[in-house]
């Protein structure tokens, strides 16, 4: 039942770090790549921005807050009048 012992010499503290160093090292380049990789592919399209593109979104964004402020409008009318009904 008992197997012969043998040592292994396995991993010194040094070789742990120097490996651990290296593999980041690979991380920081592989996300180097990666970051390169969608700055390629999302870049031709931030740089498209027309200026039809720039006044509809504009415009878009003036239609909310003016629905907002109506909405916002109409919920204050209708608080003041319910308080209004139970004086």
């Known amino acids: 039942m008992d197997k ?5 010499k396995g991993l010194t503290l040094e070789e742990i ?14 996300r180097k790549a ?3 990789a969608f700055r390629q592919v999302v870049s031709p399209f931030t740089e498209a921005k027309s200026v039809t593109k720039y006044i509809g979104s504009n415009l ?3 239609f909310t807050l003016l629905e907002s402020a109506v909405w916002g409008f109409r919920l204050v009318s209708r608080i003041v009048r319910m308080f209004r009904r139970f004086r």
């Open 4 to 8: 012969p012992h043998t040592r292994s």
């Open 34 to 36: 990666v970051d390169e």
């Open 17 to 30: 770090a120097a490996r651990r160093q290296a593999l980041k090292i690979a991380i920081a380049d592989q």
């Open 60 to 62: 878009l964004s003036g």
